[in-house]
């Protein structure tokens, strides 16, 4: 049983508050493959009750092709009150996603785009992932394992608003089978990048990084959960920032406002 705060309404000295048992999820079975919890008539998390008196937050996109755990991050990240913004709308190119499941779970409205009906038609497809965008008010996009390729002008509508998480430490091992590429190149450190998308591939300005050790005992797939973990921890801050409006681009390198430097080395291997 999950249990909200409902708002009763206020006096002269006091707002009336009790706590009430909230409906279980709707099933996410929709038939034109989109959720929404404002129809759903299902749990609406507690913040939202408050929407009207609370601090505006800005409203996030997250664009998927498959499980979405990093998605699932940034949703574990935006569920707290002090954090400057909200997940508003979970889109796959794939009806099959996981993450669609996991979205509509946390009540996040669902849309599907799928780019098979598009064919070769990248502009259309775009032009529909682009309505969905603009119907949800969205402020700020993050590709979270989404796997299609997008257009010089796609990116430029979003120029400055659109983050993307990478499993290597850029500018290395951009593209795929990054964790089989760096164990083939013998590298001692790995990791993961967060940057803002521009119409290169994996070329972006970077806004935060995380390396993890690469063992002897490594395969891809041990080395690939350990930075997935590392990722969970470094794209929640990115977008945090940059919903803050703390990021500025300057000469092309990402400045934070505020931030606080790193100190510490990493020995790779191990120095006594």
Same mark, same amino acid.
């Given at each position: 049983?999950?249990? #909200? ?5 206020? *006096?002269?000295?006091? @707002? ?5 048992? !909230? ?8 038939? *034109? ?20 008196? +609370? ?10 092709? %498959? ?19 909200? @997940? /508003? ?15 509509? !779970? ?21 032009? /529909? ?8 008010? @969205? ?16 990116? %430029? ?14 500018? +290395? ?8 590429? /760096? ?13 803002? $998308? $521009? ?12 390396? #993890? ?6 395969? !891809? ?27 500025? @681009? ?7 406002? %505020? ?14």
């Amino acid at each position: 049983m999950h249990y #909200v705060v409902a708002y009763l309404g206020t *006096n002269a000295t006091c @707002i009336h508050l009790r706590i009430v048992a !909230a409906r279980k999820n709707p099933t996410y079975d929709p038939p *034109n493959a989109s959720f929404d919890p404002d129809t759903a008539g299902g749990f609406r998390p507690a913040a939202a009750l408050f929407r009207g008196i +609370a601090v505006s937050r800005k409203r996030v996109a997250i664009l998927i092709s %498959g499980r979405g755990s990093n998605m699932e991050a940034l949703i574990v990240a935006a569920a707290e009150e002090s954090y400057p913004a909200q @997940i /508003a709308l979970v889109i796959s190119n794939r009806s099959d996603a996981p993450g669609l499941r996991r979205a509509a !779970a946390a009540a996040i409205a669902t849309e599907i785009v799928d780019h098979t009906l598009y064919r070769e038609d990248r502009e259309k497809f775009e032009g /529909a992932l682009q309505e969905k965008l603009d119907a949800h008010r @969205i402020d700020l996009v993050c590709l979270a394992g989404f796997m299609r390729l997008l257009s010089p002008n796609f990116v %430029g509508k979003w120029q400055g608003r659109m983050l993307n998480i990478h499993p290597a430490l850029l500018p +290395a091992f951009k593209g795929l089978d990054t964790h089989a590429r /760096a164990l083939e190149a013998g590298v001692k450190i790995h990791g993961a990048t967060v940057h803002m $998308v $521009v119409p290169e591939v994996d070329s972006g300005p970077i806004l935060a990084q995380a390396a #993890v050790p690469v063992r002897e005992s490594d395969t !891809a797939e041990t080395l690939a959960a350990r930075v997935l973990d590392a990722e969970h921890r470094i794209y929640p801050a990115a977008l945090k920032w940059l919903a803050e409006g703390r990021v500025r @681009i300057v000469d092309g390198r990402c400045r934070i406002e %505020g931030q606080v430097d790193a100190d510490g080395l990493l020995f790779v291997p191990k120095i006594s």
